[in-house]
């Protein structure tokens, strides 16, 4: 599985500011599959992750998000944990965000550590998660900060 970015707006809380801010990557994918891993790495202060928005096609499907401590490794084990799965997703389609519920409880990402996110849609033969992948790019990127 290349998935060495992702096409997702974070919805984001810094621990060290009271309002919330975003941040936004492209959506300018070319590539899709059913699913999408990547890693998030708080490099100075904390950063809480409350929702996700995606980068899905314009049909109905279902969506689990997973997540566990540590760099990503691009193969889904059970050290992943399930925060978010919901039926009857409705995407608005190819470049367009799809916003997911926020997570309950969200999870804090402390100064210099990372977390992995597994996003996928769960119906066979379903719907498209859209991301960009750069030929020369490897894992570590950033895509945004």
Known sequence: MKHFSTLLILALARTDIALSDSLMTGFDGIWNADGNMFEIMAKD??????A??????????NVAVYYRPGHVDYRYDES??????ATNVVGRG??????????????LITPGT?????????????????????EGSSSGTVMAS
Not at 52 to 61: G, L, R, V, W, Y
Not at 80 to 85: A, P, R
Request: a negative charge; proline letters at 11%; charged letters at 15%.
């Open 45 to 50: 202060k904390p950063v809480l992750i409350e």
């Open 52 to 61: 996700f928005h995606i980068n899905m096609d314009a049909k109905t499907d």
């Open 80 to 85: 992943y944990q399930l925060i978010y799965e």
């Open 94 to 107: 190819k470049g367009l965000a799809t916003a997911l519920p926020p997570f309950i409880p969200p999870i």
């Open 114 to 134: 990372s977390y992995t996110f597994y996003v996928t849609v769960t119906t066979p033969d379903g719907a498209n998660l859209w991301y960009s992948w750069d």
